[in-house]
């Protein structure tokens, strides 16, 4: 896609369309406890809330999260393993706070049903199909190979998503996955699962058209097959993490021509797969290494989301 | 139980029974790369393989793994979803490293089936139910409520578990749990998914009869609800970890009368359940504020494994 017409479907969106709410009350309680030296203190933790999800009525799993974008999150699972489809059309969305359900109606009829029931039969326990099915898509997809990734945009997203205020200053232990542009943030989701901050991307981008609004994706977890599979699946050619690798990870992303950068930390980075998209344009001397304060925030981030 | 008669259970077992296998060939692969300045490196990356879990002829879930124990995971795996029970007797273990499989059989016939096919008739997907089979022996579990966590042996776990050599040194993007007694580690489990090294640890305990060998928990991931349960399920009465809670962790923690503690760094941590079991006996001016370096390195383990 030319440089031109890239830019004015990137202009759509502003920066931090969706960003943190770290204030949102749902999302931590308060607690008391005592510390170290048996003081009473009071704290924040994060929310963690059963979500059962139903397609048209039928009854699809049962989700782990902490509770924002409940309609994004459904509809961004049932996309990213293969459930629905990007042609389908949603035409209803039910979430009852108080029962913990959420309900996707479509206009086609999904064909998931016979599928399920015969993998149900054949495997005795979805969890192992679930993975089959998100398999299913990865080998036809065709990651854009015009695409690039500036080592500038690099070092710009990383600044402003490790800047922007989250919730992570309430009460740690949650994930955050980002959809970029260029040099701009675009979504930025958080949950206490990693792969549920993705799918609230997916479905973001299902239920707003804007399949195209984005090329890089910045996640702060780690870069595992199931992380690769998802990026490769939504059509996007660049992943980047400040976490590490693993092995099937790095594999697939080879296998998908996917652009996969870990370990980015300040101006260093390692790249192990598609690296032929990089273009070092970024003033590394400009880049300190972390602030140690901003390393210590970072890295506790993480370390609280481990 | 008598402080005798639990330190000669205690004694059955040295510290570090298993430790991490950091040079264990198979648990990373040499790959090569760019760094920040487009120069080629080369690193190791840790292993995640898919690993099919069957019962007595009858396939039940295929996990991701690092590969190391699949006995044990297995084993594990199938007592923490309350599929094996604590006194069914494992006959044999068969491990295929070429098929990816793993098959357990015990004497008695499991009647897991039976729950099995009536669970994936009524909510077609087992992902669900088998969150609910988790919860089934949640609440007939008693903690020992004579347990005591001395803070001296909180700083001397935290020390002996942090400078262990470990896969981190190799590869980074892994998981680790730890039993401890008293101020001993004795079994020190990873893998790169958290739950995975919880299950060993059970999987071990099981083959090896050594159910009450210790009491204490450590772990350098989140305090979920899944960490809760099982630990419960377990009948561990003390959980500890460098990271961070999740409010239903708290809540369910505080249901089963567990000792829930958190954010454990340096001299710092939070208790939010079961406080009573906390002596406050160590001194605080000993334990300085984490080493700016060994700070670092661990939080890189748990940002990696993020």
Redesign the interface.
Known sequence: MPQESARSIFSLMEEFTVRPQPDDPRL??A????????RT?A?A??????L?LFLNG?????M?TIGDHPDYLAVGYLLNQNMLRSEDRVIGIDYDDELETVVVRTDRETDFEDK?KKK?LT??????T??GDLMEKFEEVRLDPDAVLR?SWLYALTRKINTVPSLYHA???I?GCVLCAEDRPLLYMRD?V?HNAIDKIAGYMHLNHSAHAGKIFYT???????MVIKTVQMGIPILIS?????????DLARQAGLTLIG?AKG???????G?ER?V?DGD?RAVEDEH?RL??K???T?????
């Open positions: 931590t309680r607690v008391t406890g005592i510390d170290h030296e048996g203190i704290t933790v994060v929310m963690e809330r059963p059962t039928r009854e699809i799993v049962t782990m399920l149900t495997s005795g326990c979805a969890q192992g679930v993975f080592t009460a740690g232990a994930h206490v990693r702060t977890g780690r870069l595992t097959s199931e400040r976490s590490g690798f693993t092995a099937w990870g790095v370990r101006k260093r980075f390692v790249a192990l797969a690296s990089i070092f590394t140690p390393a210590r970072a890295s506790l993480e370390e609280d989301a481990a």
